[in-house]
C-alpha cells in the first residue's frame, strides 16, 4: 500500500497568517499555484486559495495589500498524515471535494502537499480514476436570484431586457 510521502511534494512554500493577501496573489502567481498552506511556524492553521482571494478578498472589496491572509483564509481545513495510505488521503480529498491536501507529521507541522497531479503523475492512475470523478463534480451554482453582478451572460436581465 502506499503512503502519502512516497508522492507528496515536498519544500512546499507557505504563508504566515499576518502576511498580507496581495503577498499571496503575488507568491501564487510566481509558483503557478492556487493554494498555499497558512502556518504559524511550522504548525499548519488554514489554507489560502485563489479562489479565497477572490471571493472572500476582493468581491468584498478587502484592501489587499493591508490586510492579512488570516482574514480570508480557510481554518476549517482537510490534511493528512505523511504516513497515511494514498487511498486514505484520496478518500479526503473526495468526500471535502478537493484537490490538494495539506500533509503534516503527527506534530501538525506542514511536511508536503499531496495533489491529484502527483498521484497521476507517480504512476498511480489506477488508484485516482474513480476518486478522480467523484472529487471533480460538476459545480452547481445557485441560480434562484439574479445576480447584478452577472448581468445577461449569467442569465440576469440586460438592460433591453429591463425596457420590454
Same mark, same amino acid.
Given at each position: 500500500?502506499?503512503?502519502?510521502?512516497?508522492?507528496?511534494?515536498?519544500?512546499?512554500?507557505?504563508?504566515?497568517?499576518?502576511?498580507?493577501?496581495?503577498?499571496?496573489?503575488?507568491?501564487m502567481? *510566481?509558483?503557478?499555484?492556487?493554494?498555499?498552506?497558512?502556518?504559524?511556524g511550522?504548525?499548519?492553521?488554514?489554507?489560502?486559495?485563489?479562489? @479565497?482571494?477572490?471571493v +472572500?478578498?476582493?468581491? +468584498?472589496?478587502?484592501?489587499?495589500?493591508?490586510?492579512?491572509?488570516k482574514?480570508?483564509?480557510?481554518?476549517?481545513?482537510?490534511?493528512?498524515?505523511? @504516513? %497515511?495510505?494514498? %487511498?486514505?488521503?484520496?478518500?479526503?480529498?473526495?468526500?471535502?471535494?478537493i484537490?490538494?491536501?495539506?500533509?503534516?507529521?503527527?506534530?501538525k507541522?506542514?511536511?508536503g502537499?499531496?495533489?491529484?497531479? @502527483?498521484?497521476?503523475?507517480?504512476?498511480?492512475?489506477?488508484?485516482?480514476?474513480?476518486?478522480?470523478?467523484?472529487?471533480? *463534480?460538476?459545480?452547481r451554482?445557485?441560480?434562484?436570484g439574479?445576480?447584478?453582478?452577472?448581468?445577461?451572460?449569467?442569465?440576469?436581465?440586460?438592460?433591453?431586457?429591463?425596457?420590454?
Amino acid at each position: 500500500m502506499t503512503q502519502v510521502h512516497e508522492l507528496m511534494t515536498r519544500g512546499v512554500r507557505s504563508m504566515a497568517p499576518g502576511d498580507s493577501i496581495a503577498l499571496a496573489a503575488q507568491t501564487m502567481e *510566481e509558483l503557478d499555484v492556487g493554494v498555499l498552506p497558512v502556518c504559524d511556524g511550522k504548525k499548519l492553521v488554514g489554507v489560502v486559495t485563489d479562489r @479565497d482571494i477572490a471571493v +472572500r478578498g476582493v468581491a +468584498r472589496g478587502i484592501p489587499l495589500q493591508e490586510s492579512p491572509v488570516k482574514q480570508i483564509m480557510s481554518a476549517d481545513l482537510c490534511w493528512c498524515y505523511a @504516513d %497515511d495510505s494514498v %487511498d486514505d488521503a484520496l478518500g479526503k480529498m473526495s468526500e471535502a471535494q478537493i484537490r490538494r491536501l495539506p500533509v503534516v507529521d503527527h506534530d501538525k507541522r506542514l511536511v508536503g502537499m499531496l495533489s491529484l497531479g @502527483d498521484v497521476a503523475a507517480k504512476g498511480q492512475t489506477t488508484t485516482t480514476g474513480q476518486p478522480l470523478g467523484s472529487i471533480s *463534480e460538476p459545480a452547481r451554482p445557485n441560480r434562484s436570484g439574479i445576480s447584478a453582478a452577472s448581468g445577461a451572460a449569467g442569465g440576469g436581465e440586460s438592460s433591453s431586457d429591463a425596457k420590454r
